[in-house]
């Protein structure tokens, strides 16, 4: 096929698939691959999940789209659901289409409801390409920002350093925002310590704590939230990815403090909380709970880290199914191999992490199978 008509602006791996089920993909010579990427953390429920695509049919048939100007009761669900779901007091949610487009919201609704010029970000991040997102995201300034300058003062602070937060976030600060599990730094957790020292000094100066829960969020770590597995509140929590298992959709979940600030036209969006979106939302929430896969995401989690640390796999880290497998020679070179072999796994920005990211309902047998080959591989 002949692709020459899109922008070249990926790096693309030596696959094209052309039908998935399960955690499997087939490439167009037919050989099935398994799926521990899932596109990027998206695939939770795998493919051709069958309630997630009947959820889908089902709205398509009744109405595909309407805008926020007109009430429907998914989208009212979705967003009780989503609440339900968290565990977590939050009082309102605002729907969106991609992890960038919550935290430009998250960031919009701190630097208006603060007053303050500054957000601090933490060293390794990753939180978009658009502006305000791109600002935070560590490293972006020397990697295709594009932007002539940001829209606020940023500085970052060293991921675990305590020491260093009491001057990175002052009085001058709207916003904290964190990766509670940072995902393309290679699975990097930063701990209850750290993000609860966060926690404490953005209430001393009255800054707001943000978790980008976008790759870590729904379900990855084998809780609703990393904000319930590390026990600390965040004000706002943006998350998408595995929200809608493929369909493009996003939610910024704020507490009812920050839901007080708000007032009609202080956000807008045409698609985010179409009828579609909300349909997938809701049924990967049900999915999530009705086949108890937070359950089998801490148990596979442990299984891969209890059998996968083998030939050139030295360590791991991370949380639940967001994991880093440190390699002794440079991670892109082991993707390729494993790919020989009929694995797909991730990489990061750290050059000797392998990064897994597969959908819940992975089993033993598929660890099994990366467990062998990183064996074969050693050989």
Same mark, same amino acid.
């Given at each position: 096929?002949?692709?020459?008509?899109?922008?070249?602006?990926?790096?693309?791996?030596?696959?094209?698939?052309?039908?998935?089920?399960?955690?499997?993909?087939?490439?167009?010579? =037919?050989?099935?691959?398994?799926?521990?990427?899932?596109?990027?953390?998206?695939?939770?429920?795998?493919?051709?999940?069958?309630?997630?695509?009947?959820?889908?049919?089902?709205?398509?048939?009744?109405?595909?789209?309407?805008?926020?100007?007109?009430?429907?009761?998914?989208?009212?669900?979705?967003?009780?659901?989503?609440?339900?779901?968290?565990?977590?007091?939050?009082?309102?949610?605002?729907?969106?289409?991609?992890?960038?487009?919550?935290?430009?919201?998250?960031?919009?609704?701190?630097?208006?409801?603060?007053?303050?010029?500054?957000?601090?970000?933490?060293?390794?991040?990753?939180?978009?390409?658009?502006?305000?997102?791109?600002?935070?995201?560590?490293?972006?300034?020397?990697?295709?920002?594009?932007?002539?300058?940001?829209?606020?003062?940023?500085?970052? /602070?060293?991921?675990?350093?305590?020491?260093?937060?009491?001057?990175?976030?002052?009085?001058?600060?709207?916003?904290?925002?964190?990766?509670?599990?940072? =995902?393309?730094?290679?699975?990097?957790? &930063?701990?209850?310590?750290?993000?609860?020292?966060?926690?404490?000094?953005?209430?001393?100066?009255?800054?707001?704590?943000?978790?980008?829960?976008?790759?870590?969020?729904?379900?990855?770590?084998?809780?609703?939230?990393?904000?319930?597995?590390?026990?600390?509140?965040?004000?706002?929590?943006?998350?998408?990815?595995?929200?809608?298992? =493929?369909?493009?959709?996003?939610?910024?979940?704020?507490?009812?403090?920050?839901?007080?600030?708000?007032?009609?036209?202080?956000?807008?969006?045409?698609?985010?909380?179409?009828?579609?979106?909300?349909?997938?939302?809701?049924?990967?929430?049900?999915?999530?709970?009705?086949?108890?896969?937070?359950?089998?995401?801490?148990?596979? =989690?442990?299984? /891969?880290?209890?059998?996968?640390?083998?030939?050139?796999?030295?360590?791991?880290?991370?949380?639940?199914?967001?994991?880093?497998?440190?390699?002794?020679?440079?991670?892109?070179?082991?993707?390729?191999?494993?790919?020989?072999?009929? /694995? &797909?796994?991730?990489?990061?920005?750290?050059?000797?992490?392998?990064? &897994?990211?597969?959908?819940?309902?992975?089993?033993?047998?598929?660890?099994?199978?990366?467990?062998?080959?990183?064996?074969? &591989?050693?050989?």
């Amino acid at each position: 096929m002949d692709h020459s008509f899109l922008a070249p602006v990926f790096s693309q791996y030596p696959l094209e698939v052309v039908s998935a089920q399960g955690v499997w993909l087939t490439n167009s010579r =037919g050989e099935r691959v398994l799926d521990l990427y899932g596109g990027h953390a998206v695939a939770g429920l795998g493919y051709a999940h069958p309630g997630w695509t009947a959820a889908l049919a089902r709205q398509a048939e009744a109405c595909q789209f309407q805008s926020n100007a007109v009430a429907m009761q998914v989208r009212a669900r979705a967003a009780a659901h989503l609440v339900r779901f968290s565990r977590l007091p939050f009082a309102s949610v605002f729907f969106v289409n991609s992890g960038a487009e919550a935290n430009e919201n998250a960031l919009k609704v701190a630097l208006r409801m603060t007053g303050r010029p500054h957000v601090a970000a933490i060293e390794g991040a990753f939180h978009g390409r658009t502006a305000a997102a791109g600002a935070v995201t560590w490293g972006a300034q020397a990697k295709g920002y594009g932007f002539p300058r940001t829209p606020f003062d940023v500085s970052f /602070i060293p991921r675990g350093d305590t020491s260093a937060i009491t001057s990175q976030i002052t009085a001058r600060t709207a916003a904290l925002i964190v990766e509670p599990v940072q =995902g393309l730094a290679g699975a990097v957790d &930063l701990g209850a310590a750290f993000l609860a020292a966060l926690r404490k000094r953005c209430d001393e100066v009255g800054a707001l704590l943000i978790f980008d829960e976008v790759q870590c969020g729904v379900g990855r770590t084998g809780e609703p939230f990393a904000a319930n597995l590390y026990g600390v509140r965040p004000d706002m929590l943006t998350t998408a990815k595995a929200l809608g298992n =493929g369909f493009p959709c996003a939610a910024l979940m704020m507490s009812a403090v920050v839901s007080a600030s708000l007032k009609a036209d202080s956000l807008g969006t045409t698609f985010g909380g179409g009828p579609l979106a909300c349909a997938a939302i809701e049924a990967v929430l049900n999915a999530i709970e009705g086949e108890q896969l937070l359950e089998r995401v801490q148990r596979i =989690g442990d299984y /891969i880290r209890k059998t996968c640390v083998v030939g050139p796999v030295t360590g791991h880290q991370g949380a639940g199914l967001l994991i880093g497998l440190r390699t002794t020679r440079p991670a892109k070179a082991l993707q390729a191999d494993l790919l020989e072999c009929g /694995i &797909l796994a991730g990489t990061a920005s750290d050059p000797n992490i392998l990064r &897994l990211l597969p959908p819940f309902i992975l089993e033993e047998e598929h660890v099994d199978m990366l467990s062998g080959a990183l064996r074969d &591989l050693a050989a």
